[in-house]
């Protein structure tokens, strides 16, 4: 399983850029790595548009699934088939219980599958499925991207309930603010 940074937004209601934000020393981009490397992954990938040593969208301003498809499109090169575990990067201080919850219920039933009250994360089991819709569905220039709930619709991802509690999405400063003063205590 390889897990998924999405950090390509313009992260416009902050006023800066969200991926490198720092809390306790490390950048937004690392929480969330690290996040995903205790959940199993054996690899993070990261979708960014303008660091190095990420995947940036082949198709820009379209949303969290172009920055999906940009993902699944290098995976594809690899030849590699593996689920992908998908976090935005706006939520660091996710619990890891509740990737853990989609892996185990993804992998248990070979389904992809999200939270019917978010989403974000998301497990895509059936990654080849996931990037042929895309490659069908997505935009020419000038044109609003598929949304979530479109893709998960096309590979019949599994809503389930998310019962690991909240956690802060961190978007506009009053929300960074909250969480650096969360992560003090």
Not at 34 to 57: G, K, M, Y
Not at 163 to 174: A, L, M, V, Y
């Amino acid at each position: 399983m390889k897990g998924l940074i999405l950090a390509g937004g313009k992260s416009s209601r902050m006023g800066e850029d969200k991926a490198l934000l720092d809390i306790n020393g490390l950048s937004f981009i690392e929480h969330t790595k690290r996040l995903l490397l205790s959940c199993a992954c054996e690899d993070v990938l990261i979708n960014h548009n303008t660091l190095t040593n990420c995947i940036p969208d082949i198709h820009t301003d379209k949303g969290p699934t172009s920055g999906i498809h940009a993902a699944l499109s290098w995976l594809e090169k690899d030849m590699s088939t593996t689920p992908l575990l998908v976090s935005a990067v706006d939520t660091p201080f996710m619990p890891s219980s509740a990737l853990q919850q989609l892996i185990e219920y993804g992998q248990t039933h070979k389904t992809s599958c999200y939270y019917g009250n978010l989403y974000l994360p998301v497990f895509i089991y059936d990654t080849e499925n996931a990037l042929n819709w895309l490659n069908t569905i997505l935009p020419p220039k000038n044109a609003k991207g598929p949304s979530l709930r479109m893709l998960y619709n096309a590979i019949e991802a599994k809503k389930l309930d998310n019962s690991c509690g909240d956690w802060i999405n961190i978007n506009q400063p009053s929300d960074y603010q909250v969480a650096r003063r969360q992560a003090q205590n």
